[in-house]
Structures are given as C-alpha cells and as structure tokens.
C-alpha cells in the first residue's frame, strides 16, 4: 500500500521513511506542504499520510482539509505528526480531518500499530464500497441478461426526453418482443429460454451505439433507448436488429433454434409532447401491429399532420 510521509525535517523524514520501507510500504516522501499536497491530488493519491504538523506549504492541519474537500476519491487515512501535547492542539488536528496523531519523538513500534489501524480501516471501507456497487448494480439491472431493469431503463428514458429539448434533438425507442417465447419454454425448457434471452439481450446490446441503451421491459420484451433518433433513423436501426436475428441462429438446451422479434418504434421527434409513458405507449401500439401482421418486422409510430389522437404507422420488413 502506498503511503505518504511528509516532514521538512530531513533526518527525521529519512528515518521514518526507513520503518516505513521495512514495514512493506511504498513510501511517496515529500519535503513540504506543497510537495505533500500535490501527492494527495494526484490520481493514484496514497491510501495513507503520515504529515508533520508544521512545514513549509501547507500545514499537516491545512493539508487534512484539502484532502477532506475530495468528493469522489478513495479515503486516505491520515496520522498526524507533532510536537504539540496540549489537548487543544490535538483536538484542533482531529477536527481538521486528521484520523490520529502521533507525539514526536516517533515512537516506531507505536507508528507501526496505528498504522496498522489505518489499513483495516481502508481495507473496511474498500469493502463497504465494493459490496454498495453489488447492491446498486443489483437495484438496476436484471439478473439473469445483465441489462438494465425496467425501473432503470424508464428512468434513463425520462432523463434522455428532458435532455433531447435542450439540446434541440430528439430521441427515440424501440420495443422489440421475441417472437412465439413461449413455444421456446414449452419445446426445450426454461433453461434453454433463459439462454435465449441472455442471447438476444447480448444481441442487442451489440446492436446499438455506445451511447444508446438496452433495458429488459418484461419477460421476453426489450426496451431500447436511442438519443437523437428520429423515425429514419429508428428504420435503419430496426432493420439491423432484425436482420441479424434473421441470419444468424441461436443455440439453446443443445439446440439451434430460429429465433425472430418484432419491434415497436416511436421518437419524441414525432411525439414531441410525450412523456416516457406516452412514449412507450405509442412504440408498444406499433409492436402489437407488429405482432398482429405476422412477426418478424417492425413498425414506427409517427404522427404527421393527423387529426388529434389518430396515429399514423409505418410499416416496414
């Protein structure tokens, strides 16, 4: 683990640095506060500062401030170093964001063991974080595809809608449904559905930009999100989708299969007053056609000079 030491003292720096070396640390050593301070700005900041308290720069005090601003960053332990006993100066460190404090002369075998504090503390809070991700990673995406879940997908809609107006764009969806899912399930079992949809979530993912996003809206039903796509573009993006589950087989429970969807399509560009909701509504009447026409196409909603509330549809294979 790498550690900072920062003392303008060289004698005394040198030989804490030698502890520290022996003690299986990288040392990052600094002459000053502002030596120090550039230390814990950088991007691979040490996890562990040992700081003098009085040093030309930046104080030890000072310095645990600046690194108590950091938002975002990996928490750096902080054990600071001084000549100083009375109760107020401690207290005055401690409120300053220092973790600990240290009473010079050092006392080796003490520095060793409140650092040894300070790594089970990064260590604690490196796990406390890892397991958040889990759990957040968990409350947004679908376990068994990976996608993001339907609460996530709408979410990330409603912000690409609010966006679109700002930035004088547009964005567009398309709802695609496999086809006959259930006969999958019922001929080779769920095992070998579940399959099916990991592959054509992996399917579309690849289908789209790295910007665009891919969201499991049901069962066997998608929901794919593509900012700046009018209904031009929604054809083209469709027909891509459908002609790679066209050409390309899946295989399933040890089987290949044919495996086609229909998709729904609508843009804001079209809809310019919808909302997430009105938006996937308005996809999800051009997936029933869809579904209803024979399958395996897909279908944009769109609405050009038409009476209030007549939709008119496009069709397309």
Not at 91 to 111: Q, R
Not at 216 to 240: I, K, Q, T
Request: proline residues 3%.
């Amino acid at each position: 683990m790498n550690i900072l030491i920062a003392d303008d003292d060289p004698v005394s720096r040198l030989l804490v640095e030698r502890f520290l070396a022996g003690w299986g640390y990288n040392v990052v050593s600094a002459a000053d506060g502002n030596a120090a301070n550039q230390a814990l700005m950088a991007d691979d900041t040490p996890r562990l500062a040992v700081l003098d308290w009085m040093m030309p720069g930046f104080t030890g005090p000072e310095l645990c401030r600046e690194v108590r601003k950091r938002v975002g960053r990996p928490y750096t332990y902080v054990l600071l170093v001084t000549s100083r006993e009375g109760k107020e100066d401690v207290i005055s460190g401690l409120n300053a964001g220092a973790d600990d404090y240290l009473t010079k002369p050092v006392n080796p075998e003490e520095l060793h063991a409140r650092l040894r504090v300070g790594v089970r503390i990064i260590e604690l809070e490196d796990k406390l974080l890892a397991a958040q991700k889990v759990l957040q990673h968990r409350a947004t995406h679908d376990e068994l595809t990976g996608l993001l879940n339907r609460a996530a997908i709408v979410e990330l809609l409603r912000r690409e809608l609010a966006r679109a107006p700002r930035e004088k764009s547009c964005c567009g969806v398309l709802l695609a449904d496999l086809d006959n899912f259930k006969t999958v399930n019922d001929t080779y079992g769920h095992g070998a559905g579940d399959e099916v949809l990991r592959e054509a979530a992996a399917r579309l993912t690849a289908a789209v930009r790295e910007y665009d996003a891919v969201g499991r809206y049901g069962g066997e039903e998608f929901l794919v999100v593509l900012p700046g796509c009018d209904a031009a573009a929604l054809r083209v993006r469709a027909e891509h989708v459908l002609t790679d589950f066209r050409d390309r087989l899946f295989v399933a429970g040890g089987e290949s299969l044919r495996v086609t969807l229909s998709i729904g399509a609508s843009s804001s560009a079209d809809w310019p007053e919808s909302d997430p909701d009105a938006l996937v509504r308005s996809a999800d009447g051009s997936l029933y056609r869809a579904k209803r026409e024979g399958r395996d196409r897909a279908e944009v909603a769109m609405r050009e000079e038409a009476q209030e509330g007549e939709v008119h549809v496009v069709i397309f294979k």
